[in-house]
Every structure is written in C-alpha cells, then in structure tokens.
C-alpha cells in the first residue's frame, strides 16, 4: 500500500479533477506490475497495473488506495475490469467518497467472488486525496490560502523585495503547480504584475482568477500573457461590465473569459465565485492574495487549508495580512490540524480545517 501511495502522488498536478490512485499486482511476495493514474481522461491505475502483466492472476491480490471505480465515464468501471480479468482478491484503502461509487466496486467485486478488504492505511490515503474527497462531497473547488507575511505579520502588498526565502518560492511554486487555478484579487495585480506561472520547480501552470468588481485588470497584465492554453476567469459586476464594455472586449481578445455577478459597490458573493468555478471544472484553488481576498474568504467560512510563511524580518509598517483578529479567532476554532515546520529561514505553519457547510 506504500507503494501505490507513491505511485499515486505522481499524478499530483495532473489528473485533477479526478483523484490520485496507484495500483500493484502481487503474488506470492512478489510484485508483478505496478501502474498509476497519469492523467485526466486517462487510463485509471487498475486499468494501467493490469495493461502490464498478462499472465493468470486467479491467485494474486491487487492493491490500490482507491476503491475502483463502478461507473462508466471516461474510461470503462475499474471494478468490471477486475472481476473479467479473475484477480482473486482487491485490498484498497479506503472507500471512494464519491456518491456515484461509495461502496458500489467492492459490491461488484464481492458479488462476483473475488475478496475484499478495506482501509489499509486508511489515514494516509484521506491525506493523500483530501483535495478530492472535498470537492466531489461538498460540490466545489478545495481552498487553499497562501500567506506570506513578516515576522509582525505584514504582507508584501507592493514591496519591491521578497518577503520569504528562495525555499520558500520553491514550495509556492510547486504548490500551483498541484492546484487547477491560483487566485488573486485585482489589487494585486495592480500592484505587483504577477504572472503566477511554475518557474523554480517543474510542472504546469495552473488557470488564473481574478477578482475585480470594478473591471480595472490592465490589458497589459503579465498573467495575460499566453502560458500553455492556461484559462483566465475574472469576476466582476454586472454592472461594471455595463459600464466598461470597451475594456471588457480588450480583455476578452487576449482569452480572458468575464464572469459577471450581481452586486454592489465592485462586491460579489464568493460563494457564487466557487460555485461557478466548479461547474468549470475547477477542483481546487491556491489563495494568493491580497489582504482583503485572504479575509473574505475566511469570514465566508470557504477556506480549507491555509499555509503561511512567517519571514524572521520585522517591516514596522505594511498590511495586515486578515483584517480583524476576531475572524482570525473564529476560523481557528475550527481547525482539525495545525502544523509547523521550517522551509528555509521562514516557519511555516499549516492549518487544515474541519468540512465547513456554510
């Protein structure tokens, strides 16, 4: 089960919005194939395990840290693989939480004969696709905010130097390499042109999301610029894409796609942001910036794992980087698990925090 955990995190960053799974055949103590999902609309890990090896598997036992699959989407059911190709027994980690499978594989598997059990280390698998079990349960994209503050907690917010060490940057940027879309208020982008791409680690670019309620994103903007047909979703108001039609049709030629939703003084509800992210198939979500971005989403109760980089420098003045201590509070009190380490000169500190409905 190790070993399919392993092969399972390859496909981190790649087969969103699907989840990460690794399979192996084994038999009498010896591996005979391994396989993972690598890709989106790709062949699923049992599929890709059992496309390696040929021989009679009536006696060997395959394990994966998924229950396979039951239906047919893009790929044929796992399950239905399994039971064709005679595997006597399927250990898997745990149960899909998807309501379209929940259970439904390994009675497939168990109605055809072939033994099951379940939850062999259950705890890590969960960790492993947690980020999956989120969105297909709660039916919206996983949230995870990035915070890079100073010592006595200010954001960079224009600064022209680095707040967190180049190790730091390197998990950042490994981190959005592993998210479908990072997202950052207008703000930001007025203020620092980023172009939140992957570039100190290997990996793809993930789809960027702006929010700018006054339809102020210069069409000049880094982020613009074309990265390997990643998509741009910028959020305003109704009524600024009234009144800005000729800025809106700027950004539209460069392959901006404009979300218009109702609401007053350049404010929308993020609620109605995550929902419309997710029927774009957007499963996930790295929060970059600016301050008040970081507080809405931690008043609107739709944040689910926050890291934060704490530099050793002292700015004296700059941002706060959540307004208000008592949402800081708040949300703290529904944290399931908090985390500190080093990354560099910086400590991190990593909160998840328990399934909110609100």
């Not at 999301?209 to 000049?220: E, F, K, M, N, Q």
């Not at 970059?288 to 926050?306: H, I, K, S």
């Given at each position: 089960m190790q070993e399919c955990l392993r092969l399972a995190r390859r496909g981190k960053g790649y087969v969103s919005p699907n989840p990460m799974v ?113 969105h297909i349960t709660a039916r919206r994209p996983y949230v995870h905010v990035k915070i890079a503050q100073s010592r006595d907690g200010s954001i ?110 350049g404010r929308f509800a993020l609620h109605e942001v995550v929902s419309e992210l997710y029927q774009r198939d957007v499963a996930s979500i790295l ?72």
């Amino acid at each position: 089960m190790q070993e399919c955990l392993r092969l399972a995190r390859r496909g981190k960053g790649y087969v969103s919005p699907n989840p990460m799974v690794g399979a192996v055949l084994v038999q009498d103590g010896r591996i005979l194939a391994r396989g993972y999902h690598r890709k989106f609309g790709g062949p699923h890990a049992e599929v890709d395990c059992l496309s390696r090896f040929s021989g009679d598997v009536r006696r060997a036992t395959l394990y994966v840290n998924l229950e396979p699959c039951s239906y047919h989407g893009k790929t044929p059911p796992c399950a239905s693989l399994i039971v064709a190709r005679g595997i006597g027994r399927v250990v898997a980690a745990m149960k899909d939480p998807n309501p379209r499978v929940a259970g439904r594989g390994l009675r497939i598997l168990r109605r055809a004969g072939v033994r099951t059990a379940v939850g062999m280390m259950e705890a890590e698998a969960r960790s492993l696709n947690r980020v999956f079990a989120r969105h297909i349960t709660a039916r919206r994209p996983y949230v995870h905010v990035k915070i890079a503050q100073s010592r006595d907690g200010s954001i960079a917010g224009g600064r022209s130097r680095w707040i967190s060490s180049l190790q730091s940057r390197k998990r950042v940027h490994a981190m959005r390499a592993e998210y479908d879309a990072v997202l950052v208020g207008a703000g930001t982008v007025r203020a620092d042109n980023p172009s939140l791409t992957v570039r100190l680690v290997k990996g793809r670019n993930p789809d960027v999301v702006v929010l700018d309620g006054a339809l102020s994103l210069p069409a000049g903007a880094k982020l613009l610029a074309p990265r390997n047909s990643r998509r741009v979703f910028l959020f305003t108001t109704t009524q600024a894409l009234r009144q800005r039609t000729a800025r809106a049709n700027r950004l539209r030629s460069r392959g901006v796609t404009i979300i218009p939703l109702k609401g007053e003084s350049g404010r929308f509800a993020l609620h109605e942001v995550v929902s419309e992210l997710y029927q774009r198939d957007v499963a996930s979500i790295l929060v970059e910036g600016g301050a008040n971005v970081f507080t809405r989403f931690l008043t609107d109760g739709l944040v689910d794992e926050v890291t934060l980089f704490v530099s050793s420098e002292f700015f004296g003045t700059g941002v706060t980087a959540i307004e208000g201590g008592s949402v800081r509070s708040r949300r703290l009190a529904m944290a399931e698990k908090i985390t500190v380490g080093k990354s560099g000169r910086d400590t991190t500190i990593n909160i998840l925090f328990k399934h909110m409905t609100s």
